[in-house]
């Protein structure tokens, strides 16, 4: 369609696309060279006056394949967002007829592969279990924070907290998520997960995402998840990870964490720029 094609005359094109209802507005500045800002991104996150998404992503030119960018919905940054990536890695397939990715990120360079039966890969690396690294406030035990519950911290690029709970479906995750996402021993902020072990490679996983609240899945969280149960000695270092949108697998590997699972590309569209001028 000629208006997709000419960002000057007609907007900014972008894709809606979502990993196991984990959605996303992903914009390729490789086709319009606008520059993404706070403001518009919040604005595109409104899913009344906007588009609506948990992550926006902007893919640009980069040392590998592409390098991607990831906003919250609040207009706030985030290093790794690991099921944009694996949508924006099967949209890059498809463009390029590859099988195998590298992508770069704020995170470090990621390797992608198609892992068949319509099925992404993505490596998010190795995690970060030191305290600085992650990062927390203070030196703690990562392994068990001093706050109630226990929660294990984990670094994926960006900060998580995991608590281990009898049921994950009985935490009212609206109220839980936002009192720890702001914890001080989190000077990043953090996203928090509540994790039920139902068996040696099975979990089930709710998450609250900072800057954006509940979602139905998290990639990055997936992994965090997994590093931690296995680290506890919860199971082993491949596991199925059960979320609200649906399941993924992941497998903590010598190179890093690797996690597997669906994508969609829903629709493609343009932000016009009367939207455009409204938020300048």
């Excluded at 520059?35 to 595109?44: F, G, H, I, S």
């Excluded at 588009?51 to 290093?79: C, E």
């Excluded at 001093?146 to 995750?173: D, K, Q, R, S, Y």
């Excluded at 964490?257 to 300048?280: K, N, Q, R, Y």
């Amino acid at each position: 369609m000629p208006a997709m094609m000419d960002a000057a005359e007609t907007g900014l094109p972008f894709m809606k696309m979502h990993g196991l209802g984990n959605d996303f507005v992903v914009v390729d500045t490789r086709l319009s060279g606008r520059v993404m800002t706070p403001e518009l991104a919040r604005a595109v996150a409104d899913r009344h006056f906007g588009v609506g998404f948990d992550q926006l992503a902007v893919i640009a030119p980069g040392q590998g394949d592409a390098h991607l960018t990831f906003f919250n919905a609040d207009g706030s940054t985030s290093a790794a967002c690991g099921n944009a990536t694996r949508c924006i890695a099967r949209y890059l397939m498809q463009e390029t007829g590859r099988s195998e990715l590298v992508l770069t990120t704020d995170r470090g360079t990621l390797a992608a592969r198609d892992a068949g039966g319509g099925l992404t890969a993505v490596n998010m690396g190795q995690p970060q279990t030191e305290w600085r690294e992650i990062p927390l406030a203070e030196a703690a035990d990562t392994l068990e924070l001093p706050i109630e519950g226990g929660p294990v911290a984990t670094g994926m690029g960006n900060p998580h907290c995991t608590f281990f709970v009898e049921e994950a479906e009985a935490v009212p995750l609206e109220a839980f998520g936002p009192r720890y996402e702001h914890h001080p021993l989190y000077p990043q902020r953090t996203n928090v997960q509540v994790a039920q072990i139902t068996g040696p490679d099975r979990i089930r996983m709710r998450v609250w995402e900072r800057g954006v609240g509940v979602t139905l899945a998290s990639g990055s969280s997936s992994c965090a998840v997994a590093v931690a149960a296995a680290r506890r000695g919860l199971t082993g270092r491949a596991v199925t990870v059960v979320l609200d949108g649906g399941t993924l697998q992941v497998d903590w590997r010598e190179d890093g964490v690797w996690m597997t699972g669906p994508t969609a590309h829903v629709f493609s569209g343009v932000l016009t720029p009367g939207f455009l001028d409204s938020v300048a």
